[in-house]
């Protein structure tokens, strides 16, 4: 809940900065407040670990919250307000109603911080914490001998780790367990503690979790060393036992398992601990965090997998069951259904065998129906472990795993509409010259090293796409955000889907409703709206009503008429506008130009039947919009939209003469209109002036007809030093030298470019490129061939649709870093060289709708790869 205070300091300084000349003559007040709150927010930083389950403090933090809430509302109503006909008449009427309601909270606050104490507010226990601590290490340090029963035998995940602890490195190795709390990385790491095929001289396990005492971990290693207990002196320096554990040592061959290693800077105050040693000694460490693991020298950190559904009902048979060889016949069903609710989570398991143990068969029909909320909610170790990594986040990234609880279970989010949805939210802080999309992208890989998300999808050069939650983690993200009133969920699933409070700031809709009048409570506190279902009833009452909504994202609506989207105009706080599914809009109104604070509209998966009104120029504070790219027309006034970062879906035309000064852009994507060549040549001289651009498309109108002009020189594009991904789809009559292409490109997507044999000398020469597309007639010659030290950096190759492609010819020397290709619709492709065997890097091959390539594959060497065939 504490998190929350953070959110409201953020928003009020954000206020401040944007709304100087509005809030002139209450600045002041405003001021001290945020200084109230601030200095608030560092007593609630200190206690909230320590208090958390302490009633009177939730209590107190609550009654905080609400009037940080308050304030925001009172500036933003007032600020709302400013926006509206005939406000300036009553400006002095309300100025003066505004001043009372900042002094009232101030006073408030005042009396609430001073009576802290009275709110169990004490000062740290170092005693009491000690001994939290012990009990949380108690249930994490496996017993001296674990039984057979206590894990279930992840055989490949052990055999990778056996492999990397028995490489016969000249110094100590480092290997490392990585993943999510009760992933069971502790468990596995004590099996290879105890492995018969892991040979040393002298092979130690040692717990460090987040509060350790350094001399005491020392202490733990000698004693793991000596296998027998040491007798400890406070007065003995951690210099003399970092020698002692050196001398012992130094002429062994040894394996040190530091299990629950949290910071980076806990790496580097032990390793100075460990020698060289003889060959093929080791350091293994788990953690949560993938960023320590590579700190420490890691390369390649081991995450294990989840639990099969089968794998978790052993489990649960082997904790709940084990007077059973098998799991009974009449409880399967019913242990099926649990076990999936814990979503191969082995701590979970764990817990819930725990849970059923001794149970008859009506309990285990009652429990069955709620083991999830038992499991997240019970104080027990599951809670426990993912509380502590819940609490040792930052506060801003507190407020991002909560905001993951509003997208349904297993859903898939895409990377780059989270950020710009963070982005809207405000709630992450500056950090150096990094823009806020940065500063959002960093908190996504931040909250992957700790497994607090799991990556969803990757790209084909292996960078995460989007990312998800497992459920066991959502369900931990949702009840702390409600704690807070951070979020509401409507599922649609009867009664128990109502949400308990209507004063929650985000709300996500996820079932199906006949009518939404339910909403209409909500409207006065909301912030973010999101439905995730399809729309099929109007709801422009949540237009008009919910004035200071920042967020709003419909899935699927259909064929609304003026009135519906009118209302949006109300609107005017809103900074994401997105439509999530096809939605059909008969009429997008002209009065959407009055949403001048919008920095997301999100319009890819609209059909828009009639024109888009020209009023999108009015928007300057658009930093991201997305077209369908067949709806919008090159005739938009865009000019003044000099903070897009991100523009795509939009045919040249005349807003193509301001494109020079959009000098924040970073993804854009153009359709050229063929009769209007001043224009592209136009469009080439002002990209090349865009230095942030980092990924651009530029597709010919008319492409897929022979009729299609093709693209003017591309040597103009060698300026985009910055550019990393291109995508071009029309005629290229020549393709330029290899020096004239941007010097930075990674990823380059061809379709209809039509290019001849000669072409390929010229790519292959790309220094840094690395995933080639050639698609859809990209390439009409019939005869590839990739030469010695060709494509020396290339890790992706697909060959689509190349329908006049017989011939194939790798010469030795040639892609040696390939390690993806894809081959598919290449019909014709019948004689394929040897040199295909010399790609020793390919690790996935794909073929499909190629039948003569695939013999050929398969005929030439079985062995070359391990393929997918997807014909």
């Given at each position: 809940?504490?998190?929350?205070?953070?959110?409201?300091?953020?928003?009020?300084?954000?206020?401040?900065?944007?709304?100087?000349?509005?809030?002139?003559g209450?600045?002041?007040?405003?001021?001290?407040?945020?200084?109230?709150?601030?200095?608030?927010?560092?007593?609630?930083?200190?206690?909230?670990?320590?208090?958390?389950?302490?009633?009177?403090?939730?209590?107190?933090?609550?009654?905080?919250?609400?009037?940080?809430?308050?304030?925001?509302?009172?500036?933003?109503?007032?600020?709302?307000?400013?926006?509206?006909?005939?406000f300036?008449?009553?400006?002095?009427?309300?100025?003066?109603?505004?001043?009372?309601?900042?002094?009232?909270?101030?006073s408030?606050?005042?009396?609430?911080?001073?009576?802290k104490?009275?709110?169990?507010?004490?000062?740290?226990?170092?005693?009491?914490?000690?001994?939290?601590?012990?009990?949380?290490?108690?249930?994490?340090?496996?017993?001296?001998?674990?039984?057979?029963?206590?894990?279930?035998?992840?055989?490949?995940?052990?055999?990778v780790?056996?492999?990397?602890?028995?490489?016969?490195?000249?110094?100590?190795?480092v290997?490392?367990?990585?993943?999510?709390?009760?992933?069971?990385?502790?468990?596995?790491?004590?099996?290879?503690?105890?492995?018969?095929?892991?040979?040393?001289?002298?092979?130690v396990?040692?717990?460090?979790?987040?509060?350790?005492?350094?001399?005491?971990?020392?202490?733990?290693?000698?004693?793991?060393?000596?296998?027998?207990?040491?007798?400890?002196?406070?007065?003995?320096?951690?210099?003399?036992?970092?020698?002692?554990?050196?001398?012992?040592?130094?002429?062994?061959?040894y394996?040190?398992?530091?299990?629950?290693?949290?910071?980076?800077?806990?790496?580097?105050?032990?390793?100075?601990?460990?020698?060289?040693?003889?060959?093929?000694?080791?350091?293994?460490?788990?953690?949560?965090?993938?960023?320590?693991?590579?700190?420490?020298?890691?390369?390649?950190?081991?995450?294990?997998?989840?639990?099969?559904?089968?794998?978790?009902?052993?489990?649960?048979?082997?904790?709940?069951?084990?007077?059973?060889?098998?799991?009974?016949?009449?409880?399967?069903?019913?242990?099926?259904?649990?076990?999936?609710?814990?979503?191969?989570?082995?701590?979970?398991?764990?817990?819930?065998?725990?849970?059923?143990?001794?149970?008859?068969?009506?309990?285990?029909?009652?429990?069955?129906?709620?083991?999830?909320?038992?499991?997240?909610?019970?104080?027990?170790?599951?809670?426990?472990?993912?509380?502590?990594?819940?609490?040792?986040?930052?506060?801003?990234?507190?407020?991002?795993?909560?905001?993951?609880?509003?997208?349904?279970?297993?859903f898939?989010?895409?990377?780059?509409?989270?950020?710009?949805?963070?982005?809207?939210?405000?709630?992450?802080?500056?950090?150096?010259?990094?823009?806020?999309?940065?500063?959002?992208?960093?908190?996504?890989?931040?909250?992957?090293?700790?497994?607090?998300?799991?990556?969803?999808?990757?790209?084909?050069?292996?960078?995460?796409?989007?990312?998800?939650?497992?459920?066991?983690?959502?369900?931990?993200?949702?009840?702390?955000?409600?704690?807070?009133?951070?979020?509401?969920?409507?599922?649609?699933?009867?009664?128990?889907?109502?949400?308990?409070?209507?004063e929650?700031?985000?709300?996500?809709?996820?079932?199906?409703?006949?009518?939404?009048?339910?909403?209409?409570?909500?409207?006065?506190?909301?912030?973010?709206?999101?439905?995730?279902?399809?729309?099929?009833?109007?709801?422009?009452?949540?237009?008009?009503?919910?004035?200071?909504?920042?967020?709003?994202?419909?899935?699927?609506?259909?064929?609304?008429g003026?009135?519906?989207?009118?209302?949006?105009?109300?609107?005017?706080?809103?900074?994401?506008?997105?439509?999530?599914?096809?939605?059909?809009?008969?009429?997008?109104?002209?009065?959407?130009?009055?949403?001048?604070?919008?920095?997301?509209?999100?319009?890819?998966?609209?059909?828009?039947?009639?024109?888009?009104?020209?009023?999108?120029?009015?928007?300057?504070?658009?930093?991201?919009?997305?077209?369908?790219?067949?709806?919008?027309?090159?005739?938009?006034?865009?000019?003044?939209?000099?903070?897009?970062?991100?523009?795509?879906?939009?045919?040249?035309?005349?807003?193509?003469?301001?494109?020079?000064?959009?000098?924040?852009?970073?993804?854009?994507?153009?359709?050229?209109?063929?009769?209007?060549?001043?224009?592209?040549?136009?469009?080439?001289?002002?990209?090349?002036?865009?230095?942030?651009?980092?990924?651009?498309?530029?597709?010919?109108?008319?492409?897929?007809?022979e009729?299609?002009?093709?693209?003017?020189?591309?040597?103009?594009?060698?300026g985009?030093?910055?550019?990393?991904?291109?995508?071009?789809?029309?005629?290229?009559?020549?393709?330029?030298?290899?020096?004239?292409?941007?010097?930075?490109?990674?990823?380059l997507?061809?379709?209809?470019?039509?290019?001849?044999?000669?072409?390929?000398?010229?790519?292959?020469?790309?220094?840094?490129?690395?995933?080639?597309?050639?698609?859809?007639?990209?390439?009409?010659?019939?005869?590839?061939?990739?030469?010695?030290?060709?494509?020396?950096?290339?890790?992706?190759?697909h060959?689509?649709?190349?329908?006049?492609?017989?011939?194939?010819?790798v010469?030795?020397?040639?892609?040696?870093?390939?390690?993806?290709?894809?081959?598919?619709?290449?019909?014709?492709?019948?004689?394929v060289?040897?040199?295909?065997?010399?790609?020793?890097?390919?690790?996935?091959?794909?073929?499909?709708?190629?039948?003569?390539?695939?013999?050929?594959?398969?005929r030439?060497?079985?062995?070359?790869?391990?393929?997918?065939?997807?014909?």
């Amino acid at each position: 809940m504490a998190e929350s205070i953070l959110a409201v300091v953020e928003k009020l300084t954000n206020l401040l900065a944007e709304e100087t000349r509005l809030l002139k003559g209450v600045k002041d007040k405003v001021e001290t407040l945020v200084k109230q709150l601030n200095l608030i927010e560092g007593v609630v930083k200190d206690a909230d670990a320590k208090q958390g389950g302490n009633e009177a403090y939730n209590r107190w933090l609550s009654q905080i919250r609400d009037l940080g809430y308050q304030a925001v509302d009172v500036i933003e109503t007032y600020r709302n307000d400013s926006e509206s006909p005939g406000f300036f008449s009553l400006k002095v009427f309300r100025l003066h109603n505004l001043n009372g309601e900042v002094n009232k909270i101030q006073s408030s606050l005042k009396e609430l911080f001073e009576a802290k104490a009275g709110f169990g507010i004490a000062p740290n226990n170092p005693e009491r914490d000690e001994a939290n601590e012990r009990r949380l290490r108690s249930w994490r340090e496996p017993p001296a001998i674990m039984k057979e029963d206590d894990f279930i035998d992840l055989v490949e995940d052990t055999k990778v780790l056996i492999a990397q602890l028995s490489s016969m490195d000249p110094r100590y190795g480092v290997v490392s367990i990585v993943g999510m709390g009760g992933l069971g990385k502790t468990t596995l790491a004590n099996k290879l503690y105890s492995h018969t095929k892991l040979k040393f001289d002298c092979k130690v396990f040692i717990s460090v979790s987040k509060d350790y005492r350094k001399k005491e971990i020392l202490y733990g290693i000698l004693e793991g060393i000596c296998a027998k207990k040491i007798d400890r002196s406070e007065k003995e320096e951690e210099k003399d036992l970092i020698i002692k554990v050196h001398d012992l040592l130094k002429e062994k061959s040894y394996l040190v398992i530091l299990d629950d290693l949290w910071e980076k800077e806990d790496w580097d105050n032990l390793k100075e601990t460990f020698p060289s040693g003889m060959m093929g000694s080791k350091v293994m460490l788990t953690t949560r965090n993938r960023e320590v693991a590579k700190h420490a020298g890691c390369i390649n950190p081991h995450e294990p997998r989840l639990l099969t559904e089968d794998e978790s009902l052993e489990l649960l048979r082997k904790k709940a069951l084990p007077q059973h060889a098998q799991f009974p016949l009449e409880l399967e069903k019913l242990g099926r259904e649990m076990v999936d609710k814990c979503r191969g989570l082995p701590l979970a398991v764990v817990v819930l065998g725990g849970l059923m143990s001794g149970k008859s068969m009506e309990e285990w029909e009652i429990l069955s129906r709620n083991s999830r909320w038992s499991i997240m909610n019970d104080v027990d170790r599951v809670s426990t472990i993912l509380a502590l990594s819940y609490n040792h986040l930052p506060f801003h990234l507190k407020l991002c795993f909560q905001h993951l609880g509003l997208f349904p279970e297993d859903f898939c989010i895409p990377k780059n509409e989270l950020i710009r949805l963070w982005v809207a939210e405000r709630f992450l802080p500056q950090q150096g010259e990094d823009t806020e999309e940065g500063v959002a992208e960093k908190c996504i890989y931040e909250l992957i090293n700790r497994s607090m998300v799991l990556v969803g999808m990757r790209t084909s050069r292996g960078r995460v796409k989007a990312i998800r939650i497992h459920d066991v983690l959502r369900d931990f993200s949702i009840s702390k955000a409600k704690e807070g009133n951070f979020l509401e969920i409507y599922s649609g699933k009867g009664v128990g889907s109502r949400p308990r409070s209507f004063e929650s700031r985000r709300l996500a809709i996820h079932g199906t409703y006949n009518d939404y009048a339910f909403l209409e409570k909500h409207t006065p506190h909301l912030r973010s709206l999101h439905f995730f279902n399809k729309v099929d009833r109007k709801i422009d009452f949540v237009y008009k009503n919910s004035k200071l909504l920042n967020v709003l994202e419909v899935t699927g609506t259909e064929y609304h008429g003026k009135q519906d989207y009118k209302a949006l105009e109300n609107l005017t706080q809103l900074r994401y506008l997105g439509f999530r599914g096809r939605t059909d809009m008969l009429y997008m109104p002209s009065s959407i130009g009055k949403l001048m604070n919008l920095q997301t509209l999100d319009l890819r998966h609209c059909v828009i039947i009639s024109a888009i009104p020209d009023v999108l120029w009015k928007m300057r504070r658009l930093r991201h919009l997305l077209f369908n790219s067949e709806s919008v027309s090159g005739n938009l006034k865009l000019d003044g939209l000099t903070q897009l970062q991100t523009l795509k879906g939009v045919s040249s035309g005349r807003w193509a003469r301001g494109l020079v000064r959009m000098s924040y852009m970073r993804r854009l994507g153009i359709r050229l209109e063929s009769r209007s060549s001043p224009e592209k040549l136009n469009i080439f001289n002002s990209v090349t002036t865009l230095r942030n651009l980092q990924s651009l498309s530029l597709k010919m109108q008319y492409a897929p007809y022979e009729i299609a002009e093709p693209f003017p020189p591309l040597e103009q594009l060698s300026g985009c030093v910055n550019l990393q991904k291109l995508h071009l789809i029309g005629e290229i009559k020549k393709l330029p030298g290899a020096d004239e292409f941007p010097p930075n490109l990674g990823k380059l997507v061809l379709e209809y470019s039509k290019l001849q044999k000669d072409s390929i000398a010229t790519l292959e020469k790309l220094p840094k490129l690395k995933m080639l597309n050639l698609d859809d007639r990209s390439y009409v010659s019939c005869e590839l061939v990739c030469s010695p030290e060709g494509f020396p950096q290339l890790e992706v190759l697909h060959l689509k649709s190349l329908r006049s492609l017989k011939e194939w010819t790798v010469e030795q020397g040639a892609m040696m870093n390939l390690k993806h290709l894809m081959v598919h619709d290449c019909k014709e492709l019948k004689q394929v060289s040897d040199g295909l065997k010399s790609l020793i890097t390919l690790q996935d091959l794909e073929i499909s709708r190629s039948p003569d390539f695939e013999h050929l594959v398969r005929r030439t060497d079985q062995d070359l790869v391990e393929f997918t065939d997807k014909n």
